[in-house]
């Protein structure tokens, strides 16, 4: 498996080095001191995956791995940093990083998830995954919040149990309507939504967190 590594400090790039030339499976083919250099360094080589520091001069880690995720998607990028700020977790995995690490992870950690991003897998450090999955809910209650403001409350419970699967006749004995109603209700989520029948409101309800 081929490495490269950047970092604007070369004793990490060094102590890294030195680290992955300890596993016969890893080859380290370069170092890059900035995200400029790591995008060249990637055309150049080819590596297998990218370990990638983010606050660098010049080119930062997040525009290099956006562009390195952009030109080859098959190259993964294991970002490896100090910084666990919410703007710099969510801007690299935005830019497409397949993983993020803290410096302070353990030897074995790290070349864990060397191994395990290159299959594929996603290693997040504990610190920051809270964070992560934090904005998805946000992002979800959000996105929820601006879909049902279209409707009634009895609407979105009707949509709710649409979204679940429920026929008219079933929901109309668990929301105690009649079956005329609730057919009212389901047509008006589908004029409101702008959806053509009922299972497409059932994909945007899923879509928004509201199954």
């Known amino acids: 498996m081929k490495v490269l590594i950047c970092d604007d400090q070369a004793l990490i790039r060094d102590s890294l080095e030195l680290l992955l030339k300890l596993e016969k499976d890893l080859e380290v083919i370069g170092q890059a001191q900035d995200g400029a250099e790591a995008v ?8 297998d995956l990218v370990l990638m520091d983010l606050k660098m001069p010049g080119m930062n880690g997040i525009e290099a791995t956006r562009q390195i995720c952009a030109r080859w998607p098959q190259i993964k990028v294991l970002v490896l940093t100090t910084y666990d700020d919410d703007a710099w977790v969510f801007d690299a995995i935005r830019a497409g990083a397949a993983g993020y690490l803290l410096k302070d992870t353990p030897r074995a950690e790290v ?19 809270g964070k992560l999955l934090g904005q998805v809910a946000a992002q979800q209650n959000q996105s929820a919040t601006l879909l049902t403001a279209k409707l009634t409350g009895r609407e979105v419970d009707v949509l709710h149990l649409v979204a679940q699967g429920h ?34 409101a059932a994909v945007l309800a899923l879509r928004h967190g509201l199954g």
Not at 40 to 47: C, F, G, L, M
Not at 113 to 122: N, P, Q
Not at 169 to 177: D, E, P, V
Not at 186 to 194: D, M, Q, R
């Open 40 to 47: 060249e360094q990637v055309a150049r080589h080819q590596p």
């Open 111 to 129: 070349i864990k998830a060397v191994r395990g991003t290159a299959e594929g897998k996603a290693f997040v450090d504990p610190a920051v995954a």
């Open 167 to 200: 026929t008219n006749a079933s929901i109309a004995t668990q929301m105690h309507l009649s079956e005329g109603t609730v057919r009212n209700h389901v047509s008006a989520i589908l004029t409101k939504l702008e959806v053509a029948d009922r299972t497409q």
